[in-house]
């Protein structure tokens, strides 16, 4: 028998082992309410719902079913604590409309024939011992016998959900869990007391409801925790056919669906939400709305390597033994091939981007437009960071604020709300939105300059430079690698002309911004071979963050001055200005300093990759494979902290590293590149035409004796460098 399994717990015990007892009759009530017996099939009691008063006046002279009263009188007692209620309550919910003497009799009666049930379900039990009357204080009460003689769904599942809270206090997850899922298959059979409808069980209902949505919820957490995903979305999904108002349920259900891009399937989900909620004269919450309105205006962007980006490692030491067999491989003679090989797919890359991007801005047309969409994504954080770090409370209320469309000017601009959009989005840019973050932020910049009042106050320039930085940071995140430099580029030197022509950089963070700025700018220009201007920012740099040399833009600049001259090919420069950059920081506390010299090496490899690359130096190709060998060394100590989001960076060194493979180790460098292309091509497509150049290379590493690739290098370097494009 089933029950066998569930009739091992106790609801007073201390732990999930109880040992067995025996129960003589097992009640159901999730769902319809059944008896049964030891060895026997469930029996129903009755399959329909309690009649109200006014309905059983209407039917009395047509001979109401006893199984009515006899359910009524059962699910009555099912519902009080203790399983125990006095005659008078009983009297009043099942007999109200009967006079005092006739509805005594009549609950005498039905006391009478549930006692005959019981006798033909539990035929070897007295009666007495499953249901009886008894003195209680001053009236007199029926009951029905505890556990373990009649064991009760409801209790069992109360009994699991209090052990499951327990586990969870004392750190036993896997114990919580095993209490989670056994609780969720009690209830989960339907609603407490299918059927019926009497205003005394309502609370109890409800109560069952809330404690069986808590038990989903602790399951989806449990399961995430261990990367369970499906499983989360299953328990949540029968969560939502059991109530599909439950807008807590539906918005955790969303948002893994979000992840996975099932943006049909959340417009759908929402649909069937506004049906439910509307069957009882509700909205959906704010909060909901916002959620899914910002989940379906998300772009899935889904990148498409073309063909050879997918090259297995098998095909690539095909072609190797095609070589060793003297099949002839043609190298690049002219620059052309060369920039159609490394150049074409982040052309096209960026295209496809910036084409929905464009697209996109359309669709945008005021700056209170931009807020309320901003407002929309700002619940997603909140799941994610947590309500504190993004003042929810204050965006919730200016929301109902925004819902206006209100003409930007000065006058009308609330500058607390700006300051926490722009702390939003920066949040959001670390979650790897640069797609919306760009998307609202040249619709706040572009009307921005067209209001006067803002462009040429001088109180509003540290505004306006922080905006545009955070514009040109999610910029950088869309262009391809190769082709976002002078672009960039212009826009920085447009910036800075802008703030340095209002600004007067007194205040610490007006300082701050503009060296954030000069060191994003002074690294593009060295990426096109600018190096006096690289320099210049470097030093303007340092001097504007006098007195910050905690910040880790204070070492950038250190790092980024040495790597100027690893860039040129200066290798002893490039050491001496690592020393000097190492003896800068060696003043700061222990734990800056630890973070400062991590940055510096770092950036040592860095420059050793660069040095393993160079085409103008003319090195040996074991001179370079040294090198290669000690940057992926350098690599493997790496412990974040760069001016990069961490997310970034963490890629940007996986990236570097398999660009050292291509001297050390071909094949493998092909295979953690293809794995990188499916980390980064939602999030950070600029890596896309790192990747591609890195797999192009390493195939003609594989393919060419050690002097066909020196070779190459060579026939690179005029493309390369004078269009402005690193080797890597």
């Known amino acids: 028998m089933e029950e066998k399994d569930v009739i091992e717990i106790d609801p007073r015990g201390d732990s999930v082992r109880q040992k067995r007892r025996e129960s003589w009759l097992v009640l159901r009530t999730f769902g319809w309410l059944t008896v049964q017996g030891p060895e026997q099939a469930p029996r129903r009691v009755w399959s329909s719902r309690v009649l109200s008063q006014g309905e059983q006046r209407g039917i009395r002279r047509k001979s109401l079913s006893s199984y009515q009263h006899i359910f009524a009188l059962l699910a009555a007692l099912l519902c009080q604590p203790e399983r125990l209620a006095t005659r008078e309550d009983l009297q009043e919910w099942l007999f109200g409309d009967y006079p005092p003497r006739k509805a005594a009799a009549r609950l005498d009666d039905t006391a009478s024939r549930l006692r005959c049930l019981l006798r033909s379900v539990a035929p070897e039990v007295e009666p007495d011992r499953l249901f009886w009357l008894e003195q209680a204080g001053v009236s007199r009460a029926y009951r029905i016998a505890p556990y373990p003689t009649v064991w009760l769904d409801v209790d069992a599942f109360l009994w699991y959900m209090e052990q499951a809270s327990r586990f969870e ?68 999904r029968l969560l939502l056919e059991r109530q599909p108002e439950n807008e807590d349920a539906f918005r955790l259900l969303v948002e ?9 399937e959340i417009e759908i989900s929402f649909g069937r939400l506004q049906e ?74 960026e ?107 001088t109180e509003m320039a540290s505004w306006e430079l922080r905006l545009g930085l955070l514009m040109a940071c999610a910029l950088e995140y869309v262009l391809s690698w190769y082709q976002r430099a002078q672009r960039l580029i212009d826009f920085y030197d447009e910036l800075e002309g802008r703030f340095l022509r209002v600004g007067n950089l007194k205040k610490d963070k007006e300082r701050l911004h503009a060296a954030q700025l000069l060191a994003r700018r002074g690294r593009h220009q060295r990426v096109l071979w600018h190096f ?14 006098q007195g910050q040399e905690l910040s880790p833009l204070w070492t950038h600049f250190l790092c980024e001055y040495a790597h100027l001259a690893a860039t040129r090919g200066d290798e002893n420069l490039w050491l001496q200005r690592l020393d000097a950059a ?31 690359f160079h085409l103008r130096k003319p090195l040996a190709l074991a001179r370079r494979e040294q090198a290669a060998r000690l940057a992926y060394q350098l690599f493997q100590e790496w412990n974040g902290l760069t001016i990069e989001l961490p997310g970034f960076e963490s890629l940007v060194m996986q990236v570097s590293r398999a660009q050292c493979l291509i001297l050390l180790d071909p094949a493998a460098a092909i295979e953690e590149a293809q794995r990188l292309i499916l980390v980064v091509q939602d999030h950070y497509p600029t890596l896309l035409g790192k990747l591609s150049r890195l797999i192009w290379l390493a195939e003609q590493r594989l393919q060419m004796g050690d002097a066909g690739f020196l070779t190459l290098l060579q026939e690179g370097k005029t493309i390369a460098y004078s269009a402005g494009y690193q080797l890597l």
């Not at 609603?191 to 069952?208: H, M, N, V």
């Not at 989940?295 to 990148?303: H, I, Y």
């Not at 800068?584 to 940055?599: D, F, I, T």
């Open 169 to 236: 206090r004392f750190g036993e997850q896997g114990l919580a869990l095993v209490c989670w899922e056994r609780a969720f298959q009690l209830g989960r059979r339907g609603a407490f007391l299918t059927g019926c409808y009497a205003p005394w069980l309502e609370a109890r209902r409800e109560l069952l409801e809330g404690l069986l949505s808590q038990c989903v919820q602790a399951l989806v957490r449990c399961y995430l925790h261990q990367g369970g995903i499906a499983q989360a979305e299953l328990y949540l």
């Open 256 to 264: 893994l669906l979000g992840e996975r891009g099932a943006y049909q």
């Open 276 to 349: 439910a909620l509307g069957r009882v004269g509700r909205r959906p919450e704010p909060q909901t709305e916002e959620l899914v309105a910002y989940l379906c205006a998300r772009p899935l962007v889904r990148w498409l390597a073309v063909p050879h980006l997918r090259l297995q490692t098998s095909q690539a030491h095909q072609r190797s033994g095609e070589l060793r067999t003297g099949c002839s491989v043609g190298i690049p003679s002219e620059p052309s091939t060369w920039r159609s090989s490394c150049s074409a797919v982040p052309a096209s890359v």
């Open 351 to 457: 295209s496809q981007q910036l084409r929905g991007v464009k697209e996109e801005s359309q669709d945008m047309p005021s700056f209170d437009y931009a807020r309320r969409e901003l407002l929309r994504a700002l619940h997603r954080m909140a799941v994610a960071l947590g309500a504190g770090a993004v003042g929810t409370s204050e965006l919730l209320q200016a929301s109902k604020e925004l819902r206006q469309p209100v003409a930007l000017s000065k006058a009308s601009l609330d500058l607390d709300l700006l300051s926490l959009l722009l702390n939003s989005l920066e949040k959001l840019l670390q979650q790897g939105e640069h797609q919306y973050v760009l998307t609202v932020t040249q619709s706040l910049y572009e009307r921005w300059l067209a209001a006067p009042d803002l462009r040429d106050d």
């Open 532 to 545: 006096d201007e690289a320099e210049q920012a470097c030093q303007e740099g340092l001097q504007l963050l």
């Open 582 to 612: 190492r003896s800068s920081v060696l003043a700061l506390p222990g734990s800056e300093r630890a973070k400062a010299l991590n940055q510096i090496t770092y950036m040592q490899g860095e420059g050793y990759k660069r040095l393993a």
